[in-house]
């Protein structure tokens, strides 16, 4: 059932020109140099800290790595991290 769910949402993204990660509520992840990173889509943080920060991604974590790391800014949405970005790794 879930795959044919992802089926219909990608086909549906691809139909009206949208990128697939959005209409399927994925995360999507915005790297600006190795200072700033947006994101969308999260489902919250899982842990915080100025080296590593663990973000929830539904089927996804997404965990940033680096030096000086500070969320910025966060809503429902939408969350900014900045600092020295040193990696980000998807598990």
Same mark, same amino acid.
């Given at each position: 059932?879930?795959? &044919?769910?992802? %089926?219909? +949402?990608? /086909? =549906?993204?691809?139909? +009206? #020109?949208?990128? %697939?990660?959005?209409?399927? %509520?994925?995360? !999507?992840?915005?790297?600006?140099?190795?200072?700033?990173?947006?994101?969308?889509?999260?489902?919250?943080? +899982?842990?915080? %800290?100025?080296?590593?920060? !663990?973000?929830? @991604? @539904?089927?996804?974590?997404?965990?940033?790595?680096? /030096? @000086?790391?500070? +969320?910025?800014?966060? &809503?429902? @949405?939408?969350?900014?991290? =900045?600092?020295?970005?040193?990696?980000? #790794?998807?598990?």
């Amino acid at each position: 059932m879930e795959e &044919n769910r992802r %089926g219909l +949402l990608e /086909k =549906t993204a691809e139909a +009206l #020109d949208l990128p %697939g990660e959005i209409v399927a %509520g994925l995360p !999507h992840l915005e790297l600006t140099g190795s200072r700033q990173l947006r994101m969308e889509n999260h489902k919250g943080i +899982l842990s915080y %800290g100025s080296e590593e920060i !663990h973000i929830s @991604g @539904g089927r996804m974590v997404i965990k940033v790595r680096g /030096k @000086g790391l500070e +969320l910025r800014a966060m &809503n429902a @949405g939408q969350l900014l991290i =900045t600092g020295a970005i040193q990696g980000v #790794d998807l598990s």
